[in-house]
């Protein structure tokens, strides 16, 4: 089939990345729910995570801070009502950052070299 170039094209090329994003969506949204489990129990340590990722590649560390500053991003955009009190600290921090990084103008670009 030839590509239409638009968002209902049935093209290889448009079905394959289609086929890529809804992998990836079931990929993130089960990723999310083990780090939530990883990170539910009272007592748990965030040390064992930390001493696993510092195993990992520099680059997936890299990567991994990307994640982290994604999540941060989304935290501090959120509007009342999207949170509450269990997790308003977070999106106080996360505004904090979001605001020093905008005051020291600090780069954010994490590149993969
Ligand atoms: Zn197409």
């Not at 094209?9 to 990836?24: G, K, V, Y």
């Not at 941060?72 to 955009?77: E, G, M, Q, V």
Request: proline share 3%; aromatic share 8%; charged share 25%.
């Amino acid at each position: 089939m030839e590509c239409t170039g638009k968002q209902d094209c049935m093209c290889d090329a448009h079905l394959e990345a289609e086929a890529r994003e809804n992998e990836l969506a079931r990929a993130g949204e089960k990723i999310a729910g083990q780090v939530s489990d990883y990170v539910n129990p009272m007592q748990t340590s965030f040390k064992y995570f930390v001493d696993g990722m510092s195993r990992q590649h520099r680059t997936l560390q890299q990567k991994f801070t990307g994640l982290c500053m994604a999540w941060l991003a989304h935290l501090a955009t959120l509007e009342p009502g999207q949170y509450d009190g269990r997790n308003a600290a977070s999106v106080a921090l996360a505004r904090c950052i979001r605001a020093a990084i905008i005051d020291r103008e600090i780069n954010t670009y994490l590149p993969t070299i």
